[in-house]
């Protein structure tokens, strides 16, 4: 009877044991034969992984892509060492918790961000960070709270750096060196090239600047940033440090606008998402633990399973958790996609926030004193959410949200641009636009602005025309516009010859973008998306002479009448954006002087007379006790004039105007005047306002 019962003992535990394993069985076999075959890829795998992070970290997303897809795979192929073909280096060097992580460190999600983030964390050299928008800066300064806690946040213009880095190097602490140009100090050297002494086996030491060693801590970490999209680093520089470029994707800046939008838009939802994600990823480390719990128990089970009672209770015990924890993950991402579907409904507005961005940042190339930080954009940005008109239907939101930022980015812009710029900024708009929405293509942007000029064709049919307006009407007539690739003008040639009377007549217009187009009219009058365009790439190709009057009429079907209306900017508007630390920049031009209208404008808020200072020779010394005591103490306003004699001190305004510990008076104001220069200090450019004086025309 005793055995009688053992026995049945013994085949309920096995019958327990068989149940909680079966579920298990059909993804363990799977995951053996997974790592048999990850095993066989690894080798391949681990020498993508190392020359990703080793090369290129200076390189944008798309010529990492090529390099790992194309030139590191045939790389492998030729070897004959085997790859995994869909090789993610996110996937294979980071998981979902650490990126989530980071995402609450205010790392941004999109890959190019990860694959940052990763390089940063897992290469053996210091980074350098290429980070023109500062989110890598951001995401730093999150990650490493005893930077804030120790202030070993510094540049290399400390007047003291061997000292600056004396504490941190001897205990441990993170350095982060901002704002670093296109040098680094050499006194930096024996720290990037880890120049350590080790005594006693164990105990480092490291020389800087030729004085006394410093005791070396292992857990002393640096980090650099630069701010400039495009540094010249010395080849020397980028064999000490990983260079890595964090500038910001139109993809990945959508994607985060978008974050930003629904936070401030409906709360509630990016909070639900935000839970989500943390439930999502909780649960899925619950799992991961269960499974290796069950299976440590499993390899270290002594004697038979059968008897091992508390064994049987745990794998019944995780078989309960695991579903429970599966139909959790199920149900989380069937919220994902509810939650994701709603989000999609405000993504228009990122998207155009996006473009507005770009055009912005591209401006840079006509003039180094365009720069514009991606905070001032954010401003802007949530400027146009607050104040856009409010409407139930989201779809009208939308609406009002991307015509508010659209008209606030163009006014902020336009304000600091010359007036020869102001037309190419508008049209750079339109083309963004329109290209995002699928309408334009690249190359048809690129045979307005060339036309001709890449045409070899001598066989000119008409002896009235120009050489150059003949390839130009050769260009148009050979290209396709629009994603449906379509030869609008492909008969342009030969329907000139047959009205070439009124041809000739619309050349000799005098306002040839208003006339009628021979022959054509009708058919650009129908094309609804491409209609307006087309109009003013003729015209560009015929009357060059009247390209930008065609461009401002493009301009106004496009984006409204708002963007072509005469636009004064007032004093008191600019002052109201000003701060005590947001300084009002103004370019100067020949004959133009805004002096006189700050102090006019200064009676009125009871701060005249102004305190005024001409920069050049031994000047900086009175402006930043200026600064300092008339400023900070009092609250007086303070005009720098002629900034651009003294580019050492605008390179340290931005230190000057972010004192540590000190009080700034909330009335005082800084006013700068300065002409173009290549060399005026970005910081200063990305923090002021900018405005440009020009003396009316034909005065």
């Known amino acids: 009877m005793e055995k009688a019962g053992k026995l049945k003992r013994k085949m309920d535990q096995a019958n327990k044991?068989?149940?909680?394993?079966?579920?298990?069985?059909?993804?363990?076999?799977?995951?053996?034969?997974?790592?048999?075959?990850?095993?066989?890829?690894l080798v391949g795998d681990v020498a993508k992984a190392s020359a990703f992070i080793s090369y290129c970290g200076p390189f944008n997303a798309d010529f990492r892509t090529l390099l790992n897809e194309t030139y590191f795979s045939n790389d492998l192929k030729e070897r004959n060492i085997p790859f995994t073909e869909q090789f993610s280096i996110s996937d294979f060097l980071v998981d979902a918790v650490t990126i989530g992580e980071w995402a609450l460190q205010k790392l941004p999600t999109d890959d190019l961000s990860i694959q940052n983030g990763i390089m940063v964390t897992r290469s053996t050299r210091y980074p350098l960070m290429i980070d023109p928008q500062g989110q890598g800066l951001t995401w730093i300064k999150e990650r490493e709270p005893l930077m804030k806690q120790y202030d070993t946040v510094i540049t290399l213009n400390v007047p003291n750096l061997r000292e600056s880095l004396k504490m941190p190097l001897e205990n441990g602490y993170p350095v982060l060196i901002e704002s670093i140009e296109n040098e680094v100090d050499p006194l930096l050297d024996p720290v990037l090239e880890k120049q350590y002494i080790v005594k006693g086996g164990r105990k480092k030491t490291i020389i800087l600047g030729?004085?006394?060693?410093?005791?070396?801590?292992?857990?002393?970490?640096?980090?650099?940033?630069?701010?400039?999209?495009?540094?010249?680093?010395?080849?020397e520089l980028a064999a000490k440090t990983t260079i890595i470029d964090f500038t910001v994707t139109q993809g990945g800046l959508e994607q985060q606008l978008l974050?930003?939008?629904?936070?401030?838009?409906?709360?509630?939802?990016?909070?639900?998402?935000?839970?989500?994600?943390?439930?999502?990823?909780?649960?899925?480390?619950?799992?991961?633990?269960?499974?290796?719990?069950?299976?440590?128990r499993l390899a270290n089970a002594e004697g038979s399973l059968l008897d091992d009672v508390e064994l049987?209770?745990?794998?019944?015990?995780?078989?309960?958790?695991?579903?429970?924890?599966?139909?959790?993950?199920?149900?989380?991402?069937?919220?994902?996609?509810?939650?994701?579907?709603?989000?999609?409904?405000?993504?228009?507005?990122?998207?155009?926030?996006?473009?507005?961005?770009?055009?912005?940042?591209?401006?840079?190339?006509?003039?180094?004193?365009?720069?514009?930080?991606?905070?001032?954009?954010?401003?802007?940005?949530?400027?146009?959410?607050?104040?856009?008109?409010?409407?139930?239907?989201?779809?009208?939101?939308?609406?009002?949200?991307?015509q508010a930022m659209t008209r606030k980015v163009y006014r902020y812009i336009n304000r600091g641009l010359f007036e020869r710029d102001k037309v190419t900024f508008k049209l750079m708009m339109c083309f963004k636009i329109l290209i995002k929405a699928g309408i334009l293509t690249a190359a048809d942007v690129g045979v307005f602005l060339k036309a001709g000029s890449g045409i070899d064709d001598r066989n000119k049919k008409y002896n009235w025309m120009d050489q150059k307006v003949w390839l130009n009407i050769v260009a148009l007539s050979k290209h396709k516009f629009g994603n449906d690739h379509s030869f609008f003008y492909k008969e342009l040639p030969e329907r000139i010859g047959r009205l070439e009377k009124d041809w000739k007549k619309f050349f000799?217009?005098?306002?040839?973008?208003?006339?009628?187009?021979?022959?054509?009219?009708?058919?650009?009058?129908?094309?609804?998306?491409?209609?307006n365009f087309l109009h003013m790439c003729l015209i560009r190709s015929v009357r060059e002479d009247r390209t930008v009057l065609a461009s401002m009429k493009f301009i106004k079907q496009t984006l409204g009448d708002y963007f072509t209306q005469p636009v004064t900017d007032q004093l008191v508007e600019i002052w109201e954006e000003s701060l005590p630390n947001r300084p009002v920049l103004y370019l100067l031009s020949a004959g133009a002087d805004p002096t006189a209208n700050i102090d006019e404008f200064a009676k009125k808020k009871k701060q005249f007379p102004t305190n005024k200072v001409s920069m050049g020779e031994e000047q900086e010394k009175p402006a930043e006790a200026m600064i300092v005591n008339q400023g900070f103490r009092d609250g007086r306003w303070l005009i720098l004039n002629n900034c651009h004699?003294?580019?050492?001190?605008?390179?340290?305004?931005?230190?000057?105007?972010?004192?540590?510990?000190?009080?700034?008076?909330e009335d005082f104001r800084l006013w700068i005047t300065c002409q173009e220069s290549r060399e005026f200090p970005l910081g200063l450019l990305q923090m002021a306002i900018k405005v440009t004086t020009e003396p009316p025309k034909g005065l």
């Open 508 to 531: 000799d217009e005098n306002e040839p973008e208003n006339a009628v187009v021979p022959d054509f009219e009708d058919k650009i009058q129908a094309d609804q998306n491409l209609g």
């Open 312 to 402: 049987i209770d745990v794998l019944a015990n995780i078989k309960i958790k695991s579903r429970e924890v599966n139909d959790k993950l199920v149900e989380a991402n069937e919220k994902k996609i509810d939650i994701g579907e709603k989000r999609e409904q405000f993504r228009p507005v990122a998207a155009r926030g996006s473009v507005l961005y770009f055009c912005i940042v591209e401006m840079i190339q006509i003039n180094w004193m365009y720069n514009t930080s991606l905070a001032q954009f954010l401003d802007l940005f949530y400027w146009s959410i607050s104040n856009s008109q409010k409407s139930p239907n989201v779809k009208d939101r939308v609406a009002n949200i991307i």
């Open 210 to 235: 030729g004085g006394e060693p410093l005791d070396f801590d292992e857990k002393f970490n640096l980090y650099m940033t630069s701010r400039l999209a495009n540094p010249h680093f010395l080849p």
């Open 17 to 41: 044991l068989i149940n909680s394993l079966a579920d298990n069985k059909a993804r363990w076999i799977e995951s053996s034969q997974m790592f048999k075959d990850t095993k066989n890829r």
């Open 645 to 665: 004699l003294s580019l050492e001190f605008m390179a340290k305004m931005e230190e000057v105007l972010n004192p540590k510990g000190k009080e700034v008076h």
């Open 259 to 296: 974050g930003r939008l629904i936070s401030f838009e409906q709360k509630s939802l990016e909070d639900t998402l935000n839970q989500l994600q943390e439930e999502v990823t909780s649960n899925t480390k619950v799992l991961a633990d269960l499974e290796a719990s069950l299976l440590d």
